[in-house]
């Protein structure tokens, strides 16, 4: 098992900056890789970035390509999402996620989640 806890969410202004991050624990050798997803309310949850945790390749949504970036702590197998230039459209509950054998965009991939963490962009 692996447990995932997000935190770093807040209320920011647009153009604003924010940092994620999400803390690994349990059988995290395992991890093959390591996302953020978001939903925004009435919305379905959609991919953000990702990170392979062999060999740190990165992943990102366009909508977030130049703004956002994704990297990783070995040590203390956490994940970061630090999030530049935010948008109102950018306000959405965060998740992280976790695949012990595949990385791909789809939520269905995954089989741990943290809880998510709110973010909010006022404009």
């Known amino acids: 098992q692996v447990q995932l806890v997000e935190s770093g969410g807040g209320l920011v202004q647009a153009g604003g900056s924010l940092r994620l991050s999400c803390a690994a624990s349990g059988r995290t050798v395992d991890t093959y890789a390591m996302v953020w997803f978001r939903q925004a309310p009435g919305k379905e949850r959609e991919f953000v970035a990702g990170?392979?945790?062999?060999?740190?390749?990165?992943y990102y949504a366009n909508f977030v390509k130049g703004r956002f970036t994704i990297s990783r702590d070995n040590v203390k197998n956490t994940v970061y999402l630090q999030m530049n230039s935010l948008k109102s459209e950018d306000t959405a509950i965060y998740y992280c996620?976790?695949?012990?054998?595949?990385?791909?965009?789809?939520?269905?991939?995954?089989?741990?989640w943290g809880q998510g963490t709110q973010v909010t962009v006022s404009s």
């Open positions: 990170l392979r945790w062999a060999n740190g390749n990165t």
């Open positions: 996620a976790a695949s012990r054998t595949s990385f791909s965009m789809s939520q269905v991939s995954y089989n741990y």
